[in-house]
């Protein structure tokens, strides 16, 4: 069995947008949302190289990474830290090419990012430790997400 619990493949499924988190040559911190994040197998994450030019170059000098994935609505979720390789050829590469093909995404992708999840830890906003309940947070933010979808001009009206 590999790190990677039913639970957080779940959440990386349903989800499909991840918070990448690289180190840039300088060695400041590079955060870029890639909503191609899946899970490969029981050890690995990847995400395409659609427009990541920063995050694969990053990559390609240090091979630090952190995902971030979150359920917005549930306010939980995984942070995944390990090691990230960049891959134009193989296996992997031409699996997930021809899976994207196959589902008629247009989306050009120049590589895709393999990473060894070495680390898996849980996100859970504070709420929890106040007593408010997923089903609380669900119906908040599902207020929220609809208000903002419907023109609400102010937080007041999203929380009603």
């Known amino acids: ?20 988190a690289t180190v840039c040559p300088d060695g400041t911190p590079n955060l870029s949302p890639k909503g191609t994040t ?10 395409c190289d659609i427009r990541s030019p ?3 170059a990053n990559l390609r000098q240090n091979p630090a990474i952190e995902i971030n994935v979150v359920d917005q609505l549930s306010r939980k979720g995984y942070r995944f830290k390990g090691k ?7 296996t992997v590469f031409e699996e997930v090419l021809a899976a994207r093909e196959a ?14 999840v ?10 929890y430790d106040q007593g408010v309940t997923e089903a609380d ?15 609400a001009d102010d937080q007041t009206a999203m929380l009603e």
């Open 1 to 20: 069995m590999g790190i990677l619990t039913d639970d957080m493949k779940r959440v990386v499924s349903e989800q499909q947008l991840g918070f990448i």
């Open 38 to 47: 899946a899970v490969w197998d029981d050890d690995h994450l990847i995400f």
């Open 54 to 56: 920063g995050t694969m």
């Open 84 to 90: 990230a390789e960049e891959l134009t050829t193989g």
């Open 103 to 116: 589902s008629g995404n247009k989306n050009p992708m120049r590589a895709v990012a393999l990473m060894t």
């Open 118 to 127: 070495e680390r898996a830890l849980p996100l859970t906003s504070p709420a």
């Open 137 to 151: 947070l669900r119906n908040i933010y599902r207020r929220r997400f609809e208000a903002l979808w419907n023109g």
